[in-house]
């Protein structure tokens, strides 16, 4: 047999195999598709693009811009589903004692939260407004980005939920929310 006949089909077929089984091993949705978000709490990105039906109706009004949010910061949209559940139960003019604020309750710059002191400074000082935080489109933006940005931090759900929720009361935050999140799956 030729040798040229076989070795151009064989480097055809060669490289594609290794295109093909690169992009499997390498594609993340097989990793996704095999852990638990709740088990395995990772940085995953989103398993689903939809929020979940399981969710109460004071969660589902802001179903698209949750999903809108997620698909932006990459998160995965019962994930901050969760978080507005436990922060305001879905109530856009939710105000904590603290000073946090809106659905996501994010510390804004002024109001209560300017006293809050990171060494010297005043802790928010980067952050909008309360009167922007009061629209919910804004706050789920918000919200979903600082989320997004300590779970890259952490390379983790809980240390993320944990750095996000309040200061004083340690992993029961992240435990909560994880909770609802699995509850509602």
């Known amino acids: 047999m030729n040798a040229q006949k076989i070795i151009f089909p064989g480097t055809i077929f060669v490289i594609l195999f290794l295109y093909f089984f690169t992009g499997l091993i390498s594609s993340p949705r097989v990793a996704w598709a095999s852990s638990n978000p709740v088990e395995n709490i990772s940085s995953s990105p989103p398993t689903s693009i939809y929020l979940s039906m399981k969710f109460p109706q004071s969660i589902q009004k802001w179903k698209d811009l949750i ?61 909008p407004t309360i009167q922007s935080l009061f629209d919910p489109e ?33 992993y029961s935050y992240a435990d909560i929310v994880l909770q609802i999140y699995s509850s509602y799956q």
């Open 138 to 170: 804004f706050n789920i933006n918000f919200g979903s980005s600082l989320l997004t940005g300590l779970i890259n931090k952490y390379q983790d759900w809980r240390e993320g939920l944990f750095a996000y929720g309040p200061y004083n009361i340690g």
């Open 67 to 127: 999903e809108i949010a997620a698909k932006n910061h990459n998160l995965n949209p019962n994930l901050i589903a969760s978080v507005i559940m436990q922060e305001s139960g879905g109530d856009p003019s939710a105000f904590s004692s603290s000073g946090a604020v809106g659905l996501m309750q994010v510390m804004p710059r002024d109001g209560l939260a300017a006293n809050f002191l990171c060494e010297g400074v005043p802790c928010f000082q980067n952050r």
